[in-house]
């Protein structure tokens, strides 16, 4: 069965302090790599899509990167206005609709 | 100005009634999407179009009707509204490729 898993479910941070956000992945022929931003209240907020293995995106303070079973949503620096639930879809080959997993909450503190 | 737009925003009906929630997009996007949003479960698909009148099922279908006779329009009508259907609905837009969907601000439903 096609799945996505994200992790952590939450991950508090204080204002400039690195981390990565995972996103492990099992999908029959992997055609796309989609991360979201979802503020409380809001519809997801396209940031990146990732093709291949190895390929990496970038975007103010986040870097995604691309390998065969997961992706990670590196965060350098984070400030609060980064505070948000992250979402990672992957686009599966069959019928080629997005399946998304559960989400990651970071909260950055000032 | 270009987007996608949900309404109503906020919905409270009660169990048996029929419901339909609008989606209209401005970017002539040949995708649309419609999605629900439960704790625990994330985003789950309902129902997408490729194009106008055409339409198929997504992971969670049962309970929902779907049309589209115009391309920048997608109503979901749920015809006999049930408490497991309470959630918060989006509707995206997007192409084949890149495949990237765009996302509605999302319509609160409350079934009691």
């Known amino acids: 069965e096609d799945q996505v898993t994200q992790s952590p479910e939450a991950l508090r941070l204080q204002e400039g302090e690195s981390s990565s956000l995972n996103c492990s992945y099992t999908?029959?022929?992997?055609?796309?790599l989609f991360w979201y931003r979802q503020d409380p209240g809001k519809g997801p907020e396209f940031l990146f899509t990732?093709?291949?293995a190895g390929e990496e995106k970038e975007k103010e303070r986040l870097k995604a990167t691309l390998t065969k079973k997961e992706s990670f949503l590196h965060i350098t620096a984070p400030k609060p206005e980064d505070s948000a639930t992250y979402l990672c879809?992957?686009?599966?080959?069959?019928?080629?609709?997005?399946?998304f997993g559960k989400g990651t909450k970071l909260s950055v503190k000032p | 100005d270009a987007g996608i737009t949900q309404s109503p925003r906020y919905k409270i009906t009660e169990t048996g009634r029929q419901v339909t929630l609008m989606c209209h997009q401005t970017?002539?996007?040949?995708?649309m999407f419609w999605y629900r949003q439960d704790l625990g479960h994330g985003l789950r698909l309902i129902y997408y179009?490729?194009?106008?009148?055409?339409?198929d099922k997504g992971e969670v279908p049962d309970g929902y009707v779907v049309s589209r006779s115009k391309t920048e329009n997608f109503p979901l009508t749920l015809e006999s509204a049930t408490r497991s259907q309470t959630s918060v609905y989006f509707c995206?837009?997007?192409?084949?490729?890149?495949?990237?969907?765009?996302f509605g601000p999302g319509t609160r439903l409350t079934v009691t």
């Open positions: 995206a837009s997007g192409d084949y490729y890149p495949y990237e969907q765009y």
């Open positions: 999908v029959s022929g992997l055609r796309g």
């Open positions: 990732l093709y291949s």
């Open positions: 879809a992957a686009r599966e080959g069959s019928q080629g609709n997005l399946i």
């Open positions: 970017w002539s996007h040949s995708y």
């Open positions: 179009s490729a194009a106008a009148d055409i339409t």
